[in-house]
T-cell receptor, first 113, second 112 residues
Framework: QKEVEQDPGPLSVPEGAIVSLNCTYS??????FMWYRQYSRKGPELLMY????GNKEDGRFTAQVDKSSKYISLFIRDSQPSDSATYLC?????????????FGTGTKLQVIP | GAGVSQSPSNKVTEKGKDVELRCDPI?????LYWYRQRLGQGLEFLIY????????KSGLPSDRFSAERTGESVSTLTIQRTQQEDSAVYLC??????????FGPGTRLTVL
């Protein structure tokens, strides 16, 4: 079993839809939870960073963490064509003095105008 | 200032040749990471540098892979005797310790 599971998609939605992206994990040592967005032929960029269970909102994006279920989500409201990208979940814990990060495989999202 | 830069952006090589990939981190970032991203896969950790400490090489897949970093500056990832399964995007990231990782655009390596 992989430490982090993420549905690769692709996920295709109409403009304006609410998008839900999810990851599950098995390692209870994970303390920090992140979502990265990666456009084609670009490096990933950090979208959201959370530490505790609960919700964190930033504009049209909401990150949700449920540590008891080992499940995290990213919601995108009023999705736009510019949101079309691959979304990677990532989780980390302190190990050997640094943050050891494990990434999901990424979900490819296409928002259709 | 500038973000993380990587060169070359694309590299095509023949099986058995050696390749060297370069990463210029953000100035002042003490931590530097190398990852490999195969098509349709997540990011696979390769190696981590922190200042002058011994690097964490636990992710390097074989002894054909090696990396160097001088102080807190440029890093090079070397792959010797390349194989077709080495074809991937190699991503470099830098950060202040414990903080957000900033990624470069990657080097797309194709081994024929």
């Amino acid at each position: 079993q992989k430490e982090v599971e993420q549905d690769p998609g692709p996920l295709s939605v109409p403009e304006g839809a609410i998008v839900s992206l999810n990851c599950t994990y098995s390692n209870s040592a994970f303390q920090y939870f992140m979502w990265y967005r990666q456009y084609s032929r670009k490096g990933p960029e950090l979208l959201m960073y959370t530490y505790s269970s609960g919700n964190k909102e930033d504009g049209r994006f909401t990150a949700q963490v449920d540590k008891s279920s080992k499940y995290i989500s990213l919601f995108i409201r009023d999705s736009q064509p510019s949101d079309s990208a691959t979304y990677l979940c990532a989780m980390s814990y302190h190990s050997g003095g640094y943050q050891k990060v494990t990434f999901g495989t990424g979900t490819k999202l296409q928002v259709i105008p | 200032g500038a973000g993380v830069s990587q060169s070359p952006s694309n590299k095509v090589t023949e099986k058995g040749k050696d390749v060297e990939l370069r990463c210029d981190p953000i100035s002042g970032h003490t931590a530097l990471y190398w990852y490999r991203q195969r098509l349709g896969q997540g990011l696979e950790f390769l190696i981590y540098f922190q200042g002058n400490s011994a690097p964490d090489k636990s992710g390097l897949p074989s002894d054909r892979f090696s990396a160097e970093r001088t102080g807190e500056s440029v890093s090079t990832l070397t792959i010797q005797r390349t194989q077709q399964e080495d074809s991937a995007v190699y991503l470099c990231a830098s950060s202040h310790v414990g903080n957000e990782q900033f990624f470069g655009p990657g080097t797309r390596l194709t081994v024929l």
